[in-house]
């Protein structure tokens, strides 16, 4: 069996490498949270100002 040696250079390239994906997907984390949570803000609005609409339209007897 043959045993691959690495040298300092190689082992270091690999820890940047390793290092920049790591932090790449960290932010690609965080964004998607926020736009997670803006969706989620934005459609619970839509939903409340939806149901307001229909109670106010039900109370006024369907008349818009």
Same mark, same amino acid.
């Given at each position: 069996?043959?045993? *691959?040696?690495?040298?300092?250079?190689?082992?270091?390239?690999?820890?940047?490498?390793?290092?920049?994906?790591?932090?790449?997907?960290?932010?690609?984390?965080?964004?998607?949270? *926020?736009?997670?949570?803006?969706?989620? *803000?934005?459609?619970?609005?839509?939903?409340?100002?939806?149901?307001?609409?229909?109670?106010?339209?039900?109370?006024?007897?369907?008349?818009?």
């Amino acid at each position: 069996m043959t045993t *691959i040696k690495m040298s300092n250079d190689d082992l270091r390239i690999t820890a940047i490498n390793g290092g920049t994906m790591l932090i790449s997907f960290t932010n690609v984390e965080a964004m998607l949270k *926020i736009v997670l949570l803006v969706g989620s *803000i934005v459609y619970t609005f839509y939903k409340i100002y939806e149901l307001h609409q229909s109670r106010k339209d039900r109370k006024n007897g369907g008349k818009s």
